[in-house]
């Protein structure tokens, strides 16, 4: 599993994620996983690429039957798993509602 995966398990036990493709193209890093949450699911496709200083370059789409989100930015680490965190939380949330 990526590195997305990885912190999606990490900060949300309640999710049930699952990998579907990983891949290398050049120095992007693309995972797309299938997650399952309060009984329905949502596709996650996230991008990211390592620039200078820390920074990376980086997107994520979430798509759910109710909602697509897309998400882009160029920001350090801790900047971009918090506007991560922030986004698969309000998806999880509509989601909840439903």
């Known amino acids: 599993m990526g590195y997305f995966a990885e912190m999606l398990k ?14 290398k193209l050049g120095n992007r890093n693309i995972e797309i996983l299938e997650v399952s949450v309060y009984d329905t699911k949502f596709l996650a496709m996230f991008q990211s690429e390592e620039k200078k200083h820390g920074l990376y370059l980086w997107s994520l789409i979430i798509t759910s039957a ?33």
């Open 10 to 23: 990490g900060e949300f036990e309640e999710l049930d994620v699952k990998d579907i493709y990983t891949t």
């Open 66 to 98: 109710n909602n697509t989100r897309t998400i882009r930015g160029i920001d350090l680490l801790d900047t971009l798993k918090m506007r991560i965190k922030e986004n698969v939380r309000a998806i999880m949330e509509g989601m909840e509602k439903d």
